[in-house]
């Protein structure tokens, strides 16, 4: 049974969540989960389960939707990360 794939809409709510921007690489996504999760991680910080929680299901969430297909050799997109910064420019700061 395969996982879906997260939308581009479902994508950028978790990026907000973070805190970061549109075109955030995985290595900036996993940097800033990690950092995020030293200071509000339950056992660092007693009662911030609350605050933990929208921020591991961001994160889950991105790592599935840059996560390659099984048996998908080479990405959608020149670096295979599944982002296509040609595709976002179109967009522009309007989302």
């Given amino acids: 049974m395969s996982e879906r794939v997260p939308s581009e809409r479902e994508r950028v709510e978790a990026l907000r969540t973070l805190g970061l921007?549109?075109?955030?690489?995985?290595?900036?996504?996993?940097?800033t989960y990690l950092r995020l999760a030293?200071?509000?991680?339950?056992?660092?910080?007693?009662?911030?389960?609350?605050?933990?929680?929208?921020?591991?299901a961001?994160?889950?969430?991105?790592?599935?939707f840059h996560r390659r297909p099984a048996g998908q050799t080479t990405g959608p997109t020149r670096d295979g990360s599944g982002f296509d910064p040609d595709w976002w420019r179109a967009f522009g700061d309007r989302i």
């Fill in 21 to 31: 921007p549109r075109g955030a690489r995985p290595d900036q996504i996993r940097r």
């Fill in 58 to 64: 961001a994160y889950e969430l991105l790592r599935r």
């Fill in 38 to 56: 030293r200071e509000l991680h339950p056992d660092v910080n007693p009662g911030g389960a609350a605050d933990f929680r929208p921020i591991a």
